[in-house]
């Protein structure tokens, strides 16, 4: 029996959204209690649950549909893509105030990151000599945003203290790992190397999904003290 007939890609959808979204719910109940500067953190830190929720939503509602190359005319949603969009722009910031990236390294990492999913996504509309050009472009986009975290970005993260460090590299970690999951996804799904069939392709990419909006915000909640409530620079912080 197949997946399909197992579990519905609609059914899989708001299970999904409804797992971030209660999720998401619970990390809210708790920001209530931070005041300033923090609190901004500790919101924006579950804002990627939120949007992913909705994403799984409309997605369940087939909304904002494009027919995938090499799928037999399938036609999926594109939500997801500006989703992610929001998402790594907020894991990005997240990290300037992390480390206090300087506004040309913020930008510098900022640029792959939203790249990567609107390659994806022209990968997905495109055949031929496009469609390998556009999922190059992910890939390399790829590459160069875990080069720069674990390369530069990395010695200026090695300038403040030990705990933020070490969140820097527990977020950097989780984001190369899960995007990398994503990517390989892609790369076996129907609409590329046709290994793994759609419901299967999206059972696994909604684990990621939700591996990385919760324990992203598990990461930000749980060192909350690491950001200061006024937004200033810890002044006990090492440096370089």
């Known amino acids: 029996m197949t997946g399909e007939l197992l579990f519905s890609p609609t059914a899989l959808y708001f299970?999904?959204?409804?797992?971030?979204a209660l999720g998401a719910l619970g990390f809210f109940s708790r920001v209530a209690v931070?005041?300033?500067?923090?609190?901004?953190?500790?919101?924006?830190?579950?804002?990627?649950?939120?949007?992913?929720?909705?994403?799984?939503?409309m997605m369940g509602l087939e909304l904002l549909t494009v027919t995938v190359t090499g799928t037999g005319g399938r036609e999926q949603s594109v939500v997801r893509f500006f989703a992610y969009t929001g998402v790594l722009a907020i894991v990005v910031y997240i990290l300037r105030e992390l480390v206090h990236l300087s506004n040309k390294q913020f930008v510098m990492l900022l640029v792959p990151f939203v790249a990567l999913p609107w390659f994806a996504l022209?990968?997905?509309v495109t055949t031929g000599v496009g469609e390998s050009l556009m999922s190059g472009g992910a890939f390399l986009s790829y590459i160069v945003g875990a080069y720069l975290l674990y390369g530069?970005?990395?010695?200026?993260?090695?300038?403040?203290?030990?705990?933020?460090?070490?969140?820097?590299v527990k977020i950097t970690h989780l984001a190369v790992l899960c995007w990398g999951g994503l990517i390989l996804t892609s790369?076996?799904?129907?609409?590329?190397?046709?290994?793994?069939?759609?419901f299967v392709g999206q059972l696994v990419a909604s684990y990621i999904d939700l591996i990385f909006m919760l324990v992203f915000a598990a990461l930000v909640y749980n060192n909350r003290d690491l950001f200061s409530?006024?937004?200033?620079r810890d002044q006990t912080e090492e440096t370089a």
């Not at 530069?152 to 820097?168: D, I, K, M, Q, T």
């Not at 129907?190 to 759609?198: K, M, P, V």
């Open 229 to 232: 409530s006024d937004g200033k």
């Open 122 to 124: 022209a990968s997905w």
């Open 187 to 198: 790369a076996l799904s129907e609409q590329a190397a046709g290994i793994l069939d759609f």
């Open 152 to 168: 530069p970005l990395s010695r200026v993260a090695s300038r403040v203290s030990g705990e933020r460090r070490l969140l820097y």
């Open 34 to 57: 931070a005041s300033g500067h923090r609190r901004s953190i500790l919101l924006l830190g579950t804002l990627p649950a939120v949007f992913m929720a909705a994403t799984y939503v």
């Open 15 to 20: 299970g999904t959204a409804l797992a971030l």
